[in-house]
Each structure stands twice: as C-alpha cells, then as structure tokens.
C-alpha cells in the first residue's frame, strides 16, 4: 500500500448547525440507518439491522466503557479549574490497572483555566462513596506535561468509585452543551464493561437488547473487543500534509477467544464503530510484525500498513500467529496500543462493513469513512443531509460495505 496524495480540502463538506445532534433520541434503536453497498444507498432504521446482515455474518463490538473523566475543582480564590483525564501515567500506564488502584494516582490531563492553578497547589473536593466521606486532592505535579496527582486516602476505594463520585459526563466539545443527568447513560453502550474511554464508541449508542435478541436468533455471531477511545478523536487536523497528523495511542485488548473466533471465521466481519475496525485491523499488523520479524510488542505505528511489502500474510495467518504467539507466553488476553491512521488508499484486511455514524468535516474519521467509501462517501453523506440525518455522536448510524 502506498500513502496517496491528500488534499484535506477534498473530505471537507458543510456540516449545518441544525444537523448536529445535540440530545439524543428517545429510543435508541429508532435512528435512521443508512446502507451503502455497491454504489447504491438505502434508507431503514437500525432496528431493521438484523435483516441486513447474512447469517454468517460476525459482529465485532468496541466494550470499553466511558469514565466521567471531566473533573471539577475550586481553590480557595473562587476559581474554577477543570482537568480533564487523558492517559494514565503512575502507578501503572495500562488503564484497566489504574481504575482498580485504591492509592495515588497521576494522569496526563488537559487543565481548564490551567494559568489560575501554580505548580505544588493542593485542591481539594468533598465526595461521599459507599457512604463514606471521601477528601479528593489534587496537585499539579508538572504544568508543562499537566501531570496531576490525585489522592483521596480511603485504602478501599479503587479510583475508579473516586471518578464515579465526582466526574463529568465527557460529551464531545462539537454538542457545545453541558452534560445533563440522561447523558451518563445514554452516552454509554448497554455493552460497555471495561471502565477507560473518554469518548463514547457512538455507533453502538444504537443497540439495544432487543436488537441483540433479533440478531442472536438469526444465528449472527458477536465478539468483544476493547479499545479505550481517546480525546485524540475529536482533534482537528492542523497539518498541510495528512500523514504527519500526529495519531494518540489508544490502549486495546483482546481475549484469545476473540482472536481464535475471527480466525475461524470464513463470513463477512462487520466492525461497530470506528474504534472496532481500527482496532480489528491493528491486530491484523500485529500478526504481521510477528510474522516477519518476531517482534513481540503489540503496538502499532500510525503508519505501519503503508511499508513497502512484497508479501502480505492472509487473515487467518496473522491471525494464527497472534493466537500462537499467547498460548506460547499462556496469554488469555493481550494488550497493546494503536495509533493506525485509515486514510484513503488502505486496503482493509479484517472487516468487510462498518456500522458507523456520521462524521464531522474535514476530521480522520471522514478520512477513515473515504478509506471504505473512496470519493462515494460524497455521494453518502449528501444524501444524508438531504435526507435530514441526524449528525456525530448521538446522530443517525449507517451499515457501510467495503
């Protein structure tokens, strides 16, 4: 694969104010679906979704769960100083570790008002968990890096509880609204599990337990994976040429019965969400390093695909060698990070259609969207505003087939 020419100005389009939506949806599963395949668009609704998918189909899902990582402090002034969490960084880096820690904690943060708060500055808030009244400090430990320290002296209480107590619902900066209590469930999956996301796998806002039962009774199969989504995705691209936007490595896990079920499988794979393909298509490069260099690290490089290659393994034998490489080291799940960046041009190994939402211009999801579409995602997303879509995170949804 090669790394085509980009023009930004080429996935750029007019996004109206009043396309974007703001609330979501009294039903989750009432959402318009729109269906590209072949060059032709069709309209449904997502609860129509178990009669457009074959029976061999695999759906692949992201499980992360989002944490109420937008966390408010006043000092003594009055202040109000907002930190916001980005990535883990003592006493571990792996997020499902440090959302279990009951003692201190540091995380690279974005600081609101960060000129108010001084370097060594203690804050404090007052919490009440499991009916105990809980201090929660915090201390910029760093102001170049924002690195903020967080104690809360209560030896049984993970951080995670400590979050719960007093974090904000983090709805993307683009719904220009503060959270409301309906958002702290509705900007979550019913499937949601593994506590690390700051941003909502939106496209799975749309599944309901009833939708899983239509599905599970045409004998579609399903299959977990975690990626905790990052802030990077809701981060404009500032660079004249595409390749050097600098991608954010997002932490992901899979179980071996994951990467043994998608080996196996010989149907189509329909990713949910964004997050899912990059995360499907991470393991595929992983397999691939093993292969050709024995290289044991799961991380992938933003632009690892597009090396010049004179032989690409098939699905099933990178598959094969990822599934090879944990039972070798008696791994039941491995963990890794990505920074893969989809751009128009990549040649998608894993998935073969994507149920997504719509996405905002001139972003590396509508360069990921055109990575499937070519310039047909044009063609798609003209229509969805025609057709009066609801647009991003709590918006309308689409089945998109490569």
């Known amino acids: 694969m090669k790394i085509p020419k980009i023009d930004l100005k080429d996935y750029e389009y007019t996004l109206p104010e009043e396309r974007?939506?703001?609330?979501?949806?009294?039903?989750?599963?009432?959402?318009?679906?729109?269906?590209?395949?072949?060059?032709?668009?069709?309209?449904?609704?997502?609860?129509?979704?178990?009669?457009?998918?074959?029976?061999?189909?695999?759906?692949?899902?992201?499980?992360?769960?989002?944490?109420?990582?937008?966390?408010?402090?006043?000092?003594?002034?009055?202040?109000?100083?907002?930190?916001?969490?980005?990535?883990?960084?003592?006493?571990?880096?792996?997020?499902?570790?440090?959302?279990?820690?009951?003692?201190?904690?540091?995380?690279?943060?974005?600081?609101?008002?960060a000129k108010k708060w001084k370097e060594g500055e203690i804050l404090q808030g007052e919490l009440e968990i499991q009916g105990k009244k809980v201090v929660l400090t915090a201390k910029l430990i760093d102001p170049l890096r924002k690195l903020v320290e967080f104690s809360w002296g209560e030896a049984e209480i993970p951080f995670v509880d400590v979050v719960e107590a007093c974090g904000e619902t983090p709805l993307p900066p683009y719904l220009n609204r503060k959270p409301i209590q309906e958002d702290k469930s509705r900007y979550q999956t019913v499937y949601s599990k593994k506590e690390g996301a700051v941003a909502a796998p939106t496209a799975g806002l749309h599944f309901t337990e009833e939708i899983f039962a239509r599905l599970r009774e045409k004998g579609i199969q399903e299959a977990e994976v975690t990626l905790h989504v990052s802030a990077g995705t809701f981060q404009p691209i500032k660079v004249a040429e595409v390749q050097d936007h600098p991608m954010h490595s997002e932490q992901l896990d899979i179980r071996i019965e994951t990467v043994?079920?998608?080996?196996?499988?010989?149907?189509?794979?329909?990713?949910?969400?964004?997050?899912?393909?990059?995360?499907?298509?991470?393991?595929?490069?992983?397999?691939?390093?093993?292969?050709?260099?024995?290289?044991?690290?799961?991380?992938?490089?933003?632009?690892?695909?597009?090396?010049?290659?004179?032989?690409?393994?098939?699905?099933?034998?990178?598959?094969?060698?990822?599934?090879?490489?944990?039972?070798?080291?008696?791994?039941?799940?491995?963990?890794?990070?990505?920074?893969?960046?989809?751009?128009?041009?990549?040649?998608?190994?894993?998935?073969?259609?994507?149920?997504?939402?719509?996405?905002?211009?001139?972003?590396?999801?509508?360069?990921?969207?055109?990575s499937i579409l070519g310039q047909d995602w044009k063609k798609v997303y003209e229509e969805a505003l025609e057709k009066e879509y609801r647009f991003l995170s709590y918006g309308d949804s689409s089945l998109l087939w490569v």
């Open 260 to 370: 043994d079920k998608l080996a196996k499988h010989t149907g189509k794979i329909v990713a949910v969400g964004t997050t899912s393909v990059r995360t499907l298509e991470s393991l595929y490069w992983y397999g691939v390093k093993l292969i050709e260099e024995g290289e044991k690290s799961f991380t992938i490089e933003k632009l690892a695909p597009y090396r010049k290659r004179s032989y690409l393994p098939s699905r099933k034998e990178a598959l094969d060698a990822v599934k090879h490489e944990m039972e070798r080291v008696s791994l039941s799940s491995i963990l890794g990070t990505t920074e893969i960046f989809l751009i128009p041009g990549y040649e998608f190994q894993m998935v073969d259609a994507l149920i997504t939402n719509f996405h905002q211009p001139g972003s590396t999801l509508i360069l990921l969207i055109a």
């Open 20 to 113: 974007i939506a703001k609330f979501p949806l009294e039903k989750r599963d009432s959402s318009q679906l729109l269906e590209y395949k072949k060059g032709k668009i069709k309209h449904h609704h997502f609860f129509n979704l178990s009669e457009l998918l074959h029976e061999d189909t695999l759906l692949v899902y992201n499980n992360t769960k989002v944490i109420p990582a937008r966390l408010i402090f006043q000092r003594n002034t009055g202040a109000r100083i907002e930190v916001f969490l980005l990535q883990p960084y003592t006493p571990s880096k792996v997020i499902s570790e440090i959302m279990l820690t009951k003692k201190a904690v540091t995380w690279e943060t974005l600081v609101g008002n």
